[in-house]
C-alpha cells in the first residue's frame, strides 16, 4: 500500500506553511514500475514555510524582506540485508541485543534543510538621485543548504552550499532608443 497527504495554510499576505507525507511499503509498485529486488518501506515528510518579515515591521516600512524555511526527511528501510537475501526483520531476530543496529546500519536516511532570503530589497523610491538609481534598483538573494544522508554504503555523507545574488535593473524611458541601421 502507499498512502500520501498535504496540507497548506496561507496566512492572508504574511507568510505560508506546507506540510506533505508519503509512506509506501515495500509490496507496492506503480503500474509503470518494472520488475526491481530492491523492495523498502519508504517513509519521507516535508515541511516549507514562508514569512514576509517586513510585514511585521511599521507601516512606513522601506524593505521588502521575504524569508523561507524547508525541511524534509526520507527514511528508505529495506526489506532486505544489504547485499543478500535474508530478510531484514529475520535477521534482526536472530540478533538480539544487535536487532536495532543491524536494522540502522541497512537504512537509508536523508535530511535537507534549506533557508533562503529571495529579493530582499528597498520598496520606497528615493528623492536622492543617486540613492535612486543604484541602491533602490538592487535586489538580494540568499540561500544556505544543509543536507545529511546515510546508507548501508555510506556511513555519513555531509554537504552545505551557501549561495548569494545582487540584482540590479533599470528601465529606460521610453523615448529613449537605439535606431542599428540607417535608411
Known sequence: WAASTSLGVKLADIGSVSFNIERKTAEFRQV??????????????SVA???????????DRVVQIPISFAHSEVVDQPKYVSGSDVLLEKAGELAGDQKDSLIDVNRSITVNNTFALSSLKKVTQSD??????TIDRLSLDYSYTKSFSRNPQTEWSKAWSWSSKVDYSYTFKPDFFVQPFFY
Open 32 to 45: 509503470t514500475d518494472g520488475v526491481s529486488n530492491f523492495k523498502s518501506q519508504t517513509t519521507s515528510w
Open 49 to 59: 514555510t514562508s514569512l514576509a518579515a517586513d510585514k511585521f515591521l511599521s507601516e
Open 128 to 133: 536622492n538621485m543617486l540613492i535612486a538609481t
